[in-house]
């Protein structure tokens, strides 16, 4: 076990907070391992990692100022992934959430909402949870990732490797993505996209787009490509910004968060049927986490480095919490929106 992962192990056993990320194409793990057992919130300090629930209620930050930084440069390994996937599920969770898309569905051709996103939850029994190997395992298999562990005993234990950004804030320039539609990785940079998962993305770029443009007119935005993620690939458009007054990013995290991608169009009537008809709690799935104010390898102030919590899983006593989520809209078949949850729930799996 390395000396990091050794100081981790110890936090878990003391029961401590910590945070232990590797950013994507990154060769460097860095952690902030909490010195107390304090819970803060994330507007009380100006610098640390983040980690906001969904629903933006639950805003907590592990502070620099109440850490030790802890650096390791990260172990390459080829770790051999069985081609026996686990695409297994149980029936009751496919017709229920099969349920919900048809409901969904007809909300939207009644006018209530463009666009939502609905997701499930999933249960894997796990005994002799090894950290250490996990999180190399994530590294080694989505280097393109932000790869995560973020741990507080009042909070949970949570782990993850997401392909989208938030946002990354560097002084006055923000750059941010909108990533939706999502198939299996054909290898093909010019796959050809359906209209339903064309509209999906555009309903994001536009979301993003226009909410920017209320602090600024300084907005560019890229065409939308192909974009692979492990065994999965989205269409994906990348967004920049220049805004005047930095002390506006609150409000405009506050504007975004959560965007289309992870809620759908409109956000608040989007947001209002997941709450009343998802039959868990997403808590931290889809919400977002990383760098507050500081970037840790260069040690810029004013830099955040912020994505959204997805391919991501709880770790509990006995068991792991998988979360995986599409987006419904115009033209979706139930049927196939099942099969791409099944499809994102082996980002996890194949890990564990």
Not at 288 to 314: A, H, I, P, Q
Request: negative net charge.
């Amino acid at each position: 076990m390395s000396i990091l992962f050794e100081k981790l192990k110890q936090q878990l056993e003391d029961k401590l907070p910590f945070a232990c990320y590797c950013k994507p194409n990154s060769e460097k793990i860095i952690a902030l391992v909490q010195k107390t057992d304090d819970l803060f919130g994330l507007d009380d300090f100006s610098s640390g990692f983040a980690f906001v629930s969904f629903d933006n209620e639950q805003r907590f930050l592990i502070p620099e100022n109440q850490s030790d930084i802890y650096f390791e440069k990260v172990s390459i390994s080829n770790f051999i992934f069985s081609d026996n996937t686990n695409f297994e599920f149980k029936e009751t969770d496919k017709i229920f959430f099969e349920s919900i898309v048809k409901k969904a569905l007809l909300e939207i051709e009644r006018g209530t909402f463009e666009k939502v996103v609905l997701s499930r939850n999933e249960l894997i029994s796990m005994t002799n949870f090894d950290l250490e190997l996990v999180f190399n395992k994530l590294v080694s298999n989505y280097p393109t990732a932000f790869n995560s562990i973020f741990y507080h005993p009042k909070v949970g234990f949570w782990i993850g490797a997401s392909p989208e950004q938030f946002l990354k804030i560097e002084n006055n320039l923000i750059q941010t993505i909108a990533l939706a539609g999502t198939k299996l990785n054909t290898g093909l940079e010019d796959f050809k996209w359906k209209k339903k998962e064309i509209d999906e993305q555009k309903i994001v770029v536009d979301f993003i787009v226009n909410n920017l443009k209320k602090f600024t007119n300084k907005v560019s935005k890229s065409q939308p490509y192909t974009f692979h993620a492990g065994s999965l690939m989205h269409i994906k458009t990348d967004i920049k910004a220049e805004i005047s007054d930095i002390n506006e990013i609150k409000e405009i995290i506050n504007s975004l968060h959560p965007t289309p991608a992870v809620c759908g169009f409109p956000k608040d009537t989007a947001k209002e049927f997941i709450l009343k008809n998802e039959v868990y709690k997403r808590e931290f799935y889809a919400g977002f986490l990383g760098e507050w104010n500081k970037d840790f390898l260069t040690y810029k102030e004013e830099n955040s480095d912020l994505y959204v919590n997805l391919r991501c899983m709880k770790i509990k006593e006995s068991h792991v919490e998988l979360f995986m989520g599409c987006g419904i809209n115009k033209g979706s078949i139930p049927e196939m929106e099942f099969v791409e949850t099944v499809n994102k729930s082996q980002t996890m799996k194949k890990v564990l």
